[in-house]
């Protein structure tokens, strides 16, 4: 053995390992005596996980990179035009903190929304004429209008959307329950992120690769993302003249090596090694089948619009995601970008939600239909919202908007939600939350709630803290959601 100072996680992690091979060898013994077959799970849940019964089985989690103005989809406020071009009146500001974008303007002038709202379904909910499609589901949503953050700027507002805390290094939410949960395929990962293209032509946030990564975790639990463009996955087709049986036999001898490796140095990593070689192995098949859309029934992909079948749309990505999540799948991400509207937001809005708004509805719509909407949980919103006041000129027909963290619209369907309301709310100018606060991590704590995990008990140890995707202050369940 080499001398190597285990720690208490790869002590456990090898022994493991070994029970593990025993009851492989036994399976072994009792393929070969005639018992049944017994495939083990490539994926497997942590012991003891979920920690209760889970109301759902899947997330698909609708990332809008940029932060979308609320104001200019859910958060209706009529009493805005008697403010148009006004100053925002210094009793709503408060002093509160706003970007360096906006800080130097000589005035901060109200500007009311452009777009005409309308209430739908049997809850009367308000929405956008932005979001003709999705508002026909809102009976199927819970909007949480009063979700605030603590990042101001873009990256550390996604990372700590996506990971819990705005320090780089953290594991995303697809990490965490692929590592808690597992995956029910055992030919597809268990975590699966798309960076589908966007259509307003704006410059855009980068996408950093932290927001699908593990972090912390053993890096196997990582996002894997599927290209829009050539094969799905680098390298999935073998080269030429290398047969399938070739490359088994080739993994098999790597495998053994690694083992020993392993044996000899305790290396978790080595472990990702292996487990990435094997997954790539078995998705040489399952993802060429998981992308041929051609088997869809005409109806599906008239539902999901015409981009559907341009690859890397957000149209074609929302239809990846149900095959993925219907294949056994955990957690789907998808990240569209192109929402950070600082000017000329309403020629800039009306294109982004050209990209998503049919795509989203259909998605909810193929679910339900194949009886998994009541099984996968679909969340949808960006990192913060977007100003009352104007950033630069302002116009009856043109605004923009700057970064507001202080409140902002997420809502969620499918999975154990309660649909048909309004979570929270915000003063006349969509710029204080005045009842119900919802901070990021509530949210993050009622997704892992509804999947079966107590996000106070779900930890990992690392540099000398219990690690949560909740962070280390307190956070609650929003029990008024879920149904």
């Known amino acids: 053995m080499h001398p190597l100072d285990l720690t208490r996680r790869q002590f456990f992690g090898t022994s493991g390992l070994q029970i593990g091979g025993l009851a492989m060898a036994l399976l072994a013994g009792n393929r070969a005596s005639g018992a049944p077959k017994a495939v083990a799970p490539v994926h497997p849940p942590l012991p003891g996980y979920p920690h209760h019964a889970p ?20 958060d209706y406020k009529p009493k805005l035009v008697e403010h148009f071009d006004k100053d925002l009146p210094e009793s709503v500001r408060k002093g509160q903190r706003i970007t360096t974008m906006t800080s130097g303007q000589a005035r901060l002038p109200v500007a009311p929304s452009l777009f005409k709202f309308s209430q739908h379904g049997k809850c009367g909910m308000w929405a956008s004429e932005l979001l003709p499609h999705t508002a026909k589901w809102v009976d199927e949503i819970a909007l949480v209008k009063s979700v605030h953050t603590n990042a101001i700027n873009h990256d550390p507002a996604c990372t700590f959307v996506m990971t819990g805390s705005e320090v780089p290094g953290k594991p995303s939410i697809g990490s965490w329950l692929s590592y808690g949960l597992g995956s029910e395929s055992n030919d597809l990962p268990a975590f699966v992120v798309f960076t589908p293209y966007w259509s307003s032509g704006a410059a855009a946030q980068a996408l950093f690769s932290r927001m699908w990564a593990s972090g912390f975790l053993p890096g196997r639990y990582s996002g894997v993302a599927l290209r829009s463009v050539g094969d799905p996955v680098l390298y999935v087709q073998n080269p030429d003249g290398v047969s399938e049986a070739s490359r088994r036999a080739m993994l098999d001898t790597l495998g053994s090596l690694n083992k020993k490796s392993f044996d000899k140095y305790g290396d978790p990593e080595t472990l990702t090694r292996t487990s990435a070689y094997e997954m790539a192995f078995r998705m040489q098949t399952s993802v060429p089948d998981l992308t041929d859309l051609s088997k869809e029934p005409a109806k599906t992909l008239e539902m999901y619009g015409p981009d559907v079948k341009k690859p890397g749309s957000f149209a074609a990505s929302a239809l990846l995601a149900r095959r993925l999540v219907e294949r056994g799948v955990r957690a789907v991400q998808i990240l ?24 989203t509805a259909a998605l909810l719509a193929d679910l339900k239909q194949k009886g998994l909407l009541d099984s996968t ?14 950033q630069g000129g302002l116009s009856k027909t043109n605004y923009g908007r700057d970064h507001h963290p202080r409140n902002f619209c997420m809502w969620l369907a499918g999975g154990g939600i309660k649909g048909g309301q309004v979570y929270g709310e915000t003063d006349d100018f969509s710029y204080n939350v005045t009842e119900k606060p919802a901070h990021v991590n509530d949210i993050n704590a009622t997704v892992l709630h509804l999947m079966g995990i107590d996000h106070s008990k779900f930890t990992y140890k690392f540099q000398g803290l219990d690690q949560r995707l909740t962070g280390v202050e307190e956070q609650h369940v929003i029990k008024d959601l879920i149904a």
């Open 336 to 359: 569209h970008r192109g929402w950070d509207q600082h000017g000329n937001l309403p020629g800039e809005i009306r294109a982004q939600c050209k990209d998503t708004d049919q795509p």
């Open 377 to 390: 949980l679909v969340v949808c919103g960006g990192e913060f919202g977007r100003t009352v006041y104007s």
């Open 55 to 74: 109301k759902a089985k899947a997330v698909i989690y609708l990332h809008l990179n940029g932060g979308p103005s609320q104001l200019d989809t859910w």
